[in-house]
T-cell receptor, first 115, second 112 residues
Framework: KAGVTQTPRYLIKTRGQQVTLSCSPISGHRSVSWYQQTPGQGLQFLFE???????NKGNFPGRFSGRQFSNSRSEMNVSTLELGDSALYLC??????????????FGPGTRLTVL | GENVEQHPSTLSVQEGDSAVIKCTYSDSASNYFPWYKQELGKRPQLIIDIRSNVGEKKDQRIAVTLNKTAKHFSLHITETQPEDSAVYFCAAINTNAGKSTFGDGTTLTVKP
């Protein structure tokens, strides 16, 4: 099976712009979670989508949003970018997320740099 | 909110020695505890996990122990090798609520 893929792998934006990141989960996986990873803050949970619905949300401002499509692919959007949004954004997929088979597999991440 | 404390933040050992990383979680409803290894520039990879109905699990040189009463779980690596050098993350997951909380990571360096 192909692993979790994320596009783009690298992105450079300026303050005030918006960005959309994409995540394709492992085939058959229905849960997709998004994380922000920074050197000082570790892995911070953004949100989780399951069956096209946001099931859980972390403590991030409303500038961070996401969605999931019927094929389980997910997108994450950040509007009005700030310098502090520079980070590695990881998505992780699992079969059902909140059930027994909940091992998460991570994608390679999208490295976002905000100038 | 829920949190996971992970210690130490950095750990340096000699090749062949053992390494222990400890995590304490706050959500008593957490029932699944995976450990991830992240090498520089790469994605986190699951190395071992344990569920709340198990006290200990071992896979070759790696073992994880769980103390649900103390809300504490640990990763043990024996006979460490230089290729074990990486950042290790623990996580506490409440599968019923679908909530995942990660520790801040431990940078393990194994000196040859």
């Amino acid at each position: 099976k192909a692993g979790v893929t994320q596009t783009p792998r690298y992105l450079i934006k300026t303050r005030g712009q918006q960005v959309t990141l994409s995540c394709s989960p492992i085939s058959g996986h229905r849960s997709v979670s998004w994380y922000q990873q920074t050197p000082g803050q570790g892995l911070q949970f953004l949100f989780e989508y399951f069956s096209e619905t946001q099931r859980n949300k972390g403590n991030f401002p409303g500038r961070f949003s996401g969605r999931q499509f019927s094929n389980s692919r997910s997108e994450m959007n950040v509007s009005t970018l700030e310098l502090g949004d520079s980070a590695l954004y990881l998505c992780a997929s699992s079969l059902e997320g909140g059930r027994a088979k909940d091992t998460q597999y991570f994608g390679p991440g999208t490295r976002l740099t905000v100038l | 909110g829920e949190n996971v404390e992970q210690h130490p933040s950095t750990l340096s050992v000699q090749e062949g020695d053992s390494a222990v990383i400890k995590c304490t979680y706050s959500d008593s409803a957490s029932n699944y505890f995976p450990w991830y290894k992240q090498e520089l520039g790469k994605r986190p990879q699951l190395i071992i996990d344990i569920r709340s109905n198990v006290g200990e699990k071992k896979d070759q040189r790696i073992a994880v122990t769980l103390n649900k009463t103390a809300k504490h779980f640990s990763l043990h690596i024996t006979e460490t090798q230089p290729e074990d050098s990486a950042v290790y993350f623990c996580a506490a997951i409440n599968t019923n609520a679908g909530k995942s909380t990660f520790g801040d990571g431990t940078t393990l360096t194994v000196k040859p």
